[in-house]
């Protein structure tokens, strides 16, 4: 049966006074109506400040439903059209019944067809990735071509002479232990994170971290808070281990969370404190104290992704998160994709102790880890000085490039596209005027052979998504950031007439 008004059959079934958080009833109430086919696929809601009024409660009662069905996919915004109920719809064996069989079984025939489970094809819709992971404006890549060789190469002739068959079979749990002595001690140092040796697990990345830390914590259809925008990597991965992404809007101090979210404690906060990835912001120390504090009372995991700190081009990189928590909440992430080169496929997971030797079995168990002989030469790069020079000549060179991509942007546009996050890190994202198709702009520079990351892709809440570009500099030599701008200065301005002006 279709519903003709969904305000009435809401309040047919809403219980204010017995039925728990009307928020969660809303949720609720609609779920099953997508689930049953009662408000069938394609289907337009009323908005969120209409369905209110009707139900006369408030707004933010209202959109924190609606925020959770669309995280959860049954239903989808359109810019600047309003919410509409999902094409495709997870769960529906949980909701199988007599009455929606014949759909299910349609559905499943079509997953059949492709031979993907749900999970697989929803893996597939959000795909981030690109084919193209070099040259302007690549985001997120160092510049793979000044990383010293001649130096790697010596030092792994030197491992091969002390080879031994421990370093050619399985790894060790955790990763090869000098290295993890030396990844701890650089963090001390210099992310001022608090940890031994044992703590420190060596992964292939930070999306290997993620995926442990969700089998080794996580229940299928729990929580994660994550800020929006995010990494399209992050959610992919957290969503593919059945845990449900919470989008949680960012502001200039980081993770903004409305009152009535802290009501709805979830399982994982994952944040990007020092660098907010992708708009750039550093977050505030009060929003970090609120978070430790709230993840220490509701018993939540705060993961911390330190994807690139090490390249600030101004201040001093802010301390971790994880070095100001007393109550052993934070899983600590960092990489060498961006110190080093993103194929090298290592990185790190620091986790509170009580948790170290569960961990390093369960990553044994998963993924029968090996590189040891690789881990071997990282060590003796990271004790012998070289990942420290590295890092300096890398930072020098980064913020030479981003100081020609800010002096292209200003040419052609003057100060009207704000910039995001340029202080720091391997991209900056730029603000394109309201209403701007940033789809439209990349899929043009993409034919000429350019990078131009659509910023309204890494948001999960069309209604709040802006549009821009995500640009990566560190990749792009010298000579080539202004033409490059330049070909593509001229996508932009055919795409928003405002500018040209
Ligand atoms: C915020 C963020 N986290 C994680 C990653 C990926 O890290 P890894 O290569 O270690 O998996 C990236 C890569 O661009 C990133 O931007």
Redesign the pocket.
């Known amino acids: 049966m279709r519903i003709a008004s969904l305000p009435d059959f809401l309040l047919q079934r809403i219980d204010r006074a017995n039925g728990g958080p009307v928020n969660r009833q809303i949720y609720q109430v609609i779920r099953e109506a997508v689930l049953s086919g009662s408000l069938p696929a394609g289907l337009q809601l009323p908005s969120s400040r209409d369905l209110s009024k009707e139900l006369k409660m408030s707004r933010n009662t209202v959109t924190y439903a609606y925020e959770q069905l669309i995280a959860e996919g049954y239903l989808e915004t359109r810019r600047g059209a309003g919410s509409f109920v999902a094409d495709t719809v997870p769960d529906q064996i949980a909701a199988l019944s007599p009455h929606n069989k014949a759909t299910a079984d349609m559905k499943d025939a079509k997953n059949n067809a492709s031979g993907l489970s749900q999970r697989g094809q929803h893996l597939l819709q959000k795909a981030g990735v690109s084919d193209l992971q070099w040259g302007a404006f690549m985001p997120?890549v160092p510049d793979v071509t000044l990383f010293p060789n001649k130096i790697w190469s010596r030092l792994q002739n030197k491992a091969w002479r002390r080879s031994r068959a421990d370093l050619l079979t399985y790894g060790h749990a955790g990763g090869y232990f000098p290295l993890r002595v030396a990844i701890a001690d650089y963090l001390r140092v210099a992310r001022s994170v608090n940890c031994t040796a044992q703590q420190v697990l060596i992964t292939t990345?930070?999306?290997q971290s993620i995926d442990l830390i969700m089998r080794m914590l996580g229940e299928n259809g729990d929580r994660a808070w994550l800020e929006d925008p995010c990494?399209w990597?992050?959610r992919s991965v957290l969503q593919s281990q059945g845990i449900q992404p919470v989008p949680i809007p960012v502001d200039a101090e980081g993770m903004c969370l409305h009152p009535s979210d802290l009501q709805h404690p979830p399982r994982f906060i994952v944040v990007?404190p020092s660098h907010q990835?992708p708009l750039g912001t550093v977050m505030s120390l009060s929003r970090r104290r609120m978070l430790l504090e709230f993840a220490a009372a509701k018993q939540a995991w705060i993961i911390e992704?330190d994807?690139d700190s090490e390249f600030r081009y101004g201040s001093r990189p802010l301390a971790s998160l994880q070095g100001m928590d007393v109550n052993e909440r934070v899983l600590y992430m960092g990489?060498f994709?961006k110190t080093l080169f993103?194929g090298l496929r290592i990185?790190f997971l620091v986790v509170p102790e009580k948790l170290a030797d569960a961990f390093s079995t369960g990553h044994s168990e998963l993924y029968r880890g090996g590189q040891m002989f690789t881990q071997a030469i990282l060590s003796d790069f990271m004790q012998e000085g070289y990942f420290a020079s590295h890092i300096r000549r890398m930072r020098l060179l980064y913020a030479g490039r981003l100081k020609r991509l800010q002096q292209a942007i200003h040419h052609h546009f003057g100060d009207s596209l704000p910039t995001g996050g340029g202080d720091a890190g391997l991209h900056l994202a730029l603000e394109l005027p309201a209403g701007s198709d940033d789809f439209a702009i990349s899929h043009a520079a993409r034919a000429i052979g350019i990078v131009a990351r659509p910023l309204s892709r890494y948001y999960m809440h069309q209604e709040t998504a802006k549009p821009g570009l995500l640009l990566g500099y560190a990749c792009v030599p010298d000579e080539q950031i202004q033409p490059a701008f330049d070909k593509l200065a001229k996508i932009i301005k055919a795409h928003c007439p405002v500018l040209s002006a």
């Open positions: 997120g990345g930070i999306h990494y990597g992050t990007t990835y992704d994807y990489t994709t993103p990185g």
